[in-house]
């Protein structure tokens, strides 16, 4: 087995935390190669590009937290290989484990006592009034906002072709059920099961008190777009990256995309208990 190293060079710990997971996989005779980032934390040059390191290897090991999670899966490019979140800190909701349980984790590769959570990824699509299309890979969710006014603005989304509804808001947010965790669940969206074949469809900071967030189907294709052209450009963004203005003729697609992230878990751990932990549920 080849395990590959992705690490977040700001985070505190980084480094240690690299040469600490190579050392555990050399003491267990597995071979590892590290992206080009980490292979310059650690002197170990050269190192290998996202879309050459998921090649390479066969589990990708992330250490950081979500957001470096999703910046490797972006960089990754949406790879099929089981990836493993090595939090500096506490376990989040996409992490695997903790730098201090690095020995499990290793004893979990070599013994592959572990699992995989099937995650959908979203395929946005950006249409500009000139013809021209880019498209966006995310896991956590699509974001439509207000650029740099101060206002709410008006937004129109469609549910496969049909008006679901016209908001003003901050902005709406299209997100998966790994994504209701995140941006959504702050706006007032609600929790979702990973395995659940939906999407949430949460509207930020909204004029009206009635314009709630909305469950639908994951085989659906959502459509956002900018009512006004007096509230001047909007944002785009996915996973919190990627920004790019929408102008009032542009729209945005989103659906499911035609592959998938497979989270590593190790025994005993689960969504639920990562539940309890970061929400602090003290039920009984």
């Known amino acids: 087995m080849t395990v590959g190293i992705i ?4 985070k505190e710990g980084s480094r240690r935390t690299v040469e600490a997971l190579i ?21 170990r040059l050269p190192g290998l590009s996202g ?4 090649e390479t290897a066969d589990v990708i090991a992330v250490i950081g ?22 939090n500096i800190g506490n376990l989040g909701f996409l992490t695997s484990c903790t730098d201090d349980e690095i020995p499990e984790f290793v004893d979990a590769l070599v013994s592959g006592s572990f699992s995989t959570s099937e995650r959908i990824l979203l395929d946005a699509c950006v249409e500009t009034r000139d013809g021209s299309t880019k498209r966006f890979l995310a896991l956590n969710e699509a974001v439509l906002a207000r650029g740099q006014t101060g206002r709410l603005v008006a937004l129109e989304a469609k549910v496969d072709g049909e008006v679901l509804n016209r908001y ?16 959504s669940l702050s706006a007032g969206g609600p929790l979702i099961s990973p395995s659940a074949g939906v999407f949430v469809i949460t509207p930020i900071c909204p004029h009206t008190l009635s314009q709630r967030s909305l469950v639908v189907s994951d085989d659906v294709e959502i459509e956002l777009s900018p009512e006004e052209p007096s509230d001047g450009p909007m ?24 592959q998938q992230l497979n989270l590593l878990r190790l025994e005993g751990r ?15």
């Open 7 to 10: 690490a977040n060079p700001h």
């Open 23 to 43: 050392a555990a996989l050399e003491d267990h005779g597995l071979s590892f190669a590290l992206e080009t980032t980490a292979a310059e934390m650690t002197d």
């Open 51 to 54: 879309k050459a390191l998921a």
């Open 65 to 86: 937290g979500d957001g470096t999670m999703l910046h490797a899966m972006a960089k990754l490019g949406g790879c099929p290989k089981p990836m493993a979140g090595i």
């Open 168 to 183: 003003r808001a901050d902005g709406l947010i299209v997100a998966s059920p790994t994504g209701s965790t995140a941006y």
């Open 235 to 258: 944002l785009f963004t996915v996973d919190g990256r990627d920004c790019v203005e929408i102008g009032p003729a542009d729209r945005v697609r989103v659906r499911k995309a035609g």
């Open 270 to 284: 689960s969504f639920y208990a990562a539940l309890r932990q970061k929400l602090n549920w003290r039920g009984g």
